[in-house]
C-alpha cells in the first residue's frame, strides 16, 4: 500500500482519540497541508515525527472543523480568523440590518432570494386580488333613468337673470331594445366593437393604452369597448383620470357578467350624444330623419353610427363657428368616407347581405336643422353666438361636445331690453314699408342685421340676427358678405392723419418723417365726377389690363374742389379714393385692422376702391371698430361672454386687452368729422340724430348696384351698426347672391340714409335713453393742409364742364363709348373676369357671397346705374351709385 494510503498510527503517550482528537483537529487547520502553527514544514509525507498527532479520524476532523467554521477546502487557519468567507467562531445573531440575507456579504446581501421574490409576489396578488373582490362588490351598475337625464347648459342675461336653460331632457327619448334596429346595432358592433357579443365587457389592451397616456402626460386614446362607452356614458363623467378609469374598468366587468348584452346595447344607443342636441337614437332619428328610430334603413343606420365619432366633425350640416375645419364641404366628406366604410365592414362581418348593401350606393343626406322652440326670436342667435365666443377663447380646452354635454352657466353680455329695444326697432321699419306681396320683385329677400357695442368695454349688448332663429339660420349680425360702402372712409381719414401722404418725389416707401400728416378741415381734394385717379406720384392708375379708372360720385355730383371734412359728410367718393391711393392701400387696410376689423374681411391688392368700401365685414365689427374712435383710439376686442361656471366653479372669465392703436387727437377729430355728418345741416346722416340732442358721430354707406346700405354711429357710450340687403339665404339655396334693392320700400333707391338710419335712431333712443348726456372731447388741431386729385395750391381747379367734355379728355373717350349708358362702354364684356382688378366688386351683383363669411367677387363691369336721389343738401346724398367707370363701390 503506497504510503500516501497509509492509515495513520493510532495516537501516542496519553494524547488519546476519539472526541479530544476531535477537538484539537478543529483547532488545526484542514487539508493536507503542514499545521502552520508548528512554523516549520514537513520533509515528507512519511510518518510524522510529532508526538501529537493532530487528529484522531478524517470523519471527526471533518464534523470538527464544520463545527468551528474554520477553513476553507484547502488550507484554512488556528484559532484566529480563517481564510475566505469562513470565519471562526460561533454562528453570529441576526439583525434587522443584516435583513433580506444575514448570511451573505457585500451586495448579496441586498440581493433578495428567488424565495423573497416568489413570496412578495404571491402576496401582492393576493392583496391585489382581496382589494378587486372589494372593490366589486361594492360597485353598483349604472341606472338607466340617471343615465338618461343629461344636463342643461344655462344661459345667462348681463344682470344675472336667466335668458333660456337649453339640453337636458328636452330632446331624449328611451326606446327599447325591439325599437332599435338590428341594423342599428350592427353598425356600431362593426365600427366600434366586433368581439362585443362574446367579450366580458372590457379591453384590458385598450385600458392599459389609455393609463399609459395618461401617465405621459397626452390623451388617451380609444378601444373602449360598447360595454365600458355605455359605462362612460352612464356614470356622466368624462374626466380622464385614474380614478374614473379604475371606477370604469370595474363597473364595465360587473356589468359584463350582470348585464345581457341587448340591455348593454339598448343603454349604450340610448345615452350617446349624436348632435344637435339629440341624446339617444330615438332624438337622433328624429332629428336627422324626421321619423322613429325603429324605421330607419341600414344606411340610415351606417350614417348615425358615424355621428358617434364626433358630430362636430361629422355632422354634413357643418359647424363653422366652431372650427373652420368643421364646414359644411368637409364634413360631408368626412361622413360620406366613414359612412361607406361602416356599411362595407357590416358586410365583412356578415352583418349585411352583398345585394343589401349595393342598394345604398347614395349618401343619406340628412334634414337640415331644426331649431328648439325656446330658441326662437333673437335668443338663438345670442346663444349661438355665446357658444362660439367661448369654445373659441377658452384657455381649458372645452369643446361643443363639451357644451353639449351640460352642466355650464354662462353669464353673457346680452342687455336684455337693448335687444328687444334693437329687435322692435328692425320688425317696425320693416312692417311699415316692406310688403313682398306688394312688390314682389323688390320686396322679397330682404335682411338686416345689427350689433351693438360698448366702447369703454368691448361688450356686445345686442344684436339682431334675423327675423327667427328658428327659421332664418344665418346670423346677420356676423359676416354675411355685405359690403360697407362709405362707411369705410373713416379709416381712409384715420391713416391719412396717422401715417400722412407720400411725397410724390420720393419712392413708395417712405418713413413718418418724409410724409405730410394730413389735416381733415386744411386739405383740398378734387371731388370731380368720374375723377381719372392716379398713383401718389402723379402717375395715372391704370389696372393689369391698362385700363385707367374714373371714380364716380352718388348721383354724378361733382364738387371742383372741397375740403376732407365736406367730403365726409356729403359722402363724395373720389376724393377718398385719390386719398386713399396718396397715403397708400396698404396703410388703409392696417388702419382698419387697427380699429377692430379683421384682415379675411378685407381684400387683398391696390384697387382703389377698397377705401369706398368693398370689404366685407360684419355689423359686430364694424360696431366694435367705430367704438374704437368713440373710446379716444383706444381698439378692444367686442365680445359676448363674461364668465362661465361648471359645477358652480369658474372655468372662464373674460380678459380684455386694450390696444392704444390711435393717438387720441387722430380718435377726437376722426370723430368731429362724422359728427358733421349727423348733426349738420347737409350731412348724409341727418336722419339719424337723436331726439334728446345727444351728440352723435356716424357715417351713411351705400354700395355699387344698391347691393347693400349701413348707418354706423355712436355715442359716448354706445356703437352701433344697422345693415340691409336682400339675399336669398334660405338653407336649400345654394346658388346665393345679393340683389339690387332699387324700388325696395317704395323708394327708389335704398340709402344708408334710409331705413338703416332709421332704425339706428330708433333703437339708440331707447338705448340711450336716461344716459348721462356727454359730449365728444374737442379735437386738437392736427396735422397740414395737403391738395390732391390734381389741385395746386396757388391754382383754382379746372372746371367741370372742360374735365367731363368727351371730346377734351382722351383718356375717357378710351373707356367711354358714346352711349349714354355706361355699362354699355367697351370695359363691359361679360367675358371679362370679375374680380379686384376689373372692378366688379359693386356689392355682389351676379355673384355668390360665399356664404357667411365669405368675400364677395360678383358683380357687372361698370354699371353705375342711374340716380333720382336729392342733391347734397338734402342730406340723403351717397356715392355708391357707381364706384368707377370700370368698377368700384361707392358710398
Known sequence: MSEHRRKQPPPQGGQGGGRAAARRAAQRPAGRRADPSRGVPTASHTESSDPEPSYGGRAEARKAAQRGRGGGRRGGGGPGPGSGRARGGPPRKKRIIDYPRHDKDGWQRWTPSWKLVTGLFIGFLGSLLAAATIAYSLVEEPKMSLAAQAQNNVYLWDDGSQMVATGGETNRQIVGIEQIPAAMQNAVISAE???????????????????????RGGQTQGGSTITQQFVKNAMLNQEQTYTRKVKELFISIKVGA????????????????????????QAAARTYYGKDSKKLNPSECAFLATLLKGATY????????????????????????????????????????????AKYDTFPMPDKPKKDAQLSGQVGYLVDLAKAYFINNNEEGYTADDLDEGGFEIRTTFNRKKVEALNKAVTDVYKKNIDPDKRPKTDTHVQFGGASVEPETGKIVAIYGGADATKHFTNNADQTGAQVGSTFKPYVLA????????????????????????????????????????????????????KEWLQRNDGDESWDEIDLRKAMKVSANS?????????????????????????????????????????????????????????????????????????????????????????????????????SVVMEKGGTGTSAQLPDGREVAGKTGTTDGNKSAWFVGY????????????????????????????????QDKIHGASFPADIWQDYMTVAM????????????????????????????????SASESASSDPSESASESASSDPSESATTDPTESCDQWNGCEDGGANGDPGGPGGQNSGGVIGGPGTSSSPPPETGDSEGGNGGGWIGGPGG
Not at 365587457?201 to 401617465?215: E, H, K, L, S, Y
Not at 381698439?635 to 392704444?660: D, L
Not at 345693415?723 to 317704395?746: P, W
Open 193 to 215: 366593437n366586433k368581439t362585443f357579443r362574446e367579450d366580458s365587457g372590457v379591453d384590458p389592451m385598450g385600458i392599459g393604452r389609455a393609463v399609459f397616456n395618461m401617465a
Open 258 to 281: 350582470d348585464m345581457e348584452k341587448p340591455e348593454i346595447m339598448e343603454g349604450y344607443l340610448n345615452t350617446s350624444y349624436y348632435g344637435r342636441g339629440a341624446y339617444g337614437i
Open 314 to 357: 361629422y355632422d354634413p350640416n357643418g359647424n363653422p363657428s366652431i372650427d373652420a375645419n368643421a364646414s359644411e364641404k368637409d364634413n360631408t366628406e368626412r361622413a360620406t368616407k366613414r359612412w361607406k366604410w361602416i356599411l362595407n365592414e357590416m358586410v365583412k362581418d356578415g352583418h349585411l347581405e352583398e345585394a343589401e348593401r
Open 495 to 546: 391713416a391719412a392723419m396717422r401715417d400722412g401722404v407720400r411725397d410724390p418725389k420720393l419712392g413708395p416707401e417712405q418713413s413718418l418723417d418724409e410724409r405730410t400728416l394730413v389735416s381733415p378741415d386744411k386739405s383740398r381734394y378734387n371731388g370731380k365726377n368720374k375723377l381719372k385717379i392716379k398713383e401718389y406720384n402723379g402717375d395715372v392708375w391704370t389696372n393689369e389690363d391698362g
Open 575 to 675: 376724393p377718398f379714393v385719390q386719398l386713399g391711393m396718396d397715403v397708400g392701400i396698404p396703410q388703409v387696410r392696417q388702419a382698419a385692422v387697427d380699429a377692430g376689423l379683421l384682415k379675411d374681411s378685407l381684400p387683398g391688392g391696390d384697387n382703389p376702391s377698397f377705401s369706398i368700401g368693398i370689404s366685407d365685414p360684419s355689423a359686430i365689427r364694424m360696431a366694435a371698430s367705430y367704438a374704437t374712435f368713440a373710446d379716444n383710439g383706444t381698439q378692444r376686442e367686442p365680445y359676448s361672454v363674461e364668465e362661465v361656471k361648471k359645477k358652480g366653479v369658474p372655468v372662464f372669465k373674460h380678459k380684455g386687452k386694450a390696444k392704444n392703436n390711435f393717438d387720441a387727437d387722430i380718435a377726437h377729430n376722426v370723430t368731429d368729422v362724422l359728427k
Open 715 to 746: 355715442t359716448p357710450q354706445l356703437s352701433t351698426a344697422i345693415d340691409m340687403y336682400r339675399l336669398d339665404d334660405n338653407a336649400e339655396n345654394k346658388n346665393r347672391e345679393f340683389l339690387e334693392m332699387f324700388g325696395t320700400g317704395g
Open 769 to 800: 335713453k336716461g344716459k348721462k348726456l356727454l359730449k365728444f372731447p374737442e379735437p386738437e388741431p392736427i396735422g397740414e393742409g395737403v391738395y390732391g386729385g390734381g389741385l395746386k395750391s396757388e391754382e383754382p381747379a379746372p372746371s367741370e
